[in-house]
């Protein structure tokens, strides 16, 4: 059973906005940092966004800055990525992704400290 799943993926022409969704069924989000990650064919996965446990701070790679939303609704055990004004260069799998650690008060961008990911949903963007 997979520990987290995405969607609302798809294909969006370029400025477009799509919305994408992470949920489990298996783990309390709320008790995790949360993050999105990307990965585009040839290219190593990258760090979108990401938002705390605790107090809720995000973070964002600059290349999303100003254009993408992450947040988290703890009642419906879902984190989301509202992504607007879209580029081409935005097309790649996303994954959501759980840390765990207690250590850590803030989100990490190393794909290396999560614990828990989902299997990616396709964001295809054309010009």
């Known amino acids: 059973q997979a520990q987290l799943v995405e969607s609302g993926g798809g294909l969006v022409q370029a400025g477009g906005s799509l919305r994408l969704s992470c949920a489990s069924s298996v783990r309390t989000l709320s008790s995790y940092h949360m993050g999105w990650f990307r990965q585009a064919p040839g290219k190593e996965r990258e760090f979108v966004a990401g938002?705390?446990?605790?107090?809720?701070?995000?973070f964002y790679a600059d290349s999303v800055k100003g254009r993408f939303t992450i947040s988290r609704d703890n009642g419906k055990n879902t984190v989301y990525l509202q992504m607007n004004a879209l580029k081409p260069e935005d097309t790649a799998v996303y994954y959501c992704?759980?840390?765990?650690?207690?250590?850590?008060?803030?989100?990490?961008?190393?794909?290396?400290?999560?614990?828990?990911w989902g299997q990616g949903t396709q964001v295809t963007v054309s010009s």
């Open positions: 938002i705390s446990r605790s107090s809720g701070s995000t």
């Open positions: 992704a759980a840390d765990r650690s207690a250590l850590v008060r803030t989100v990490r961008v190393d794909a290396k400290a999560y614990d828990y």
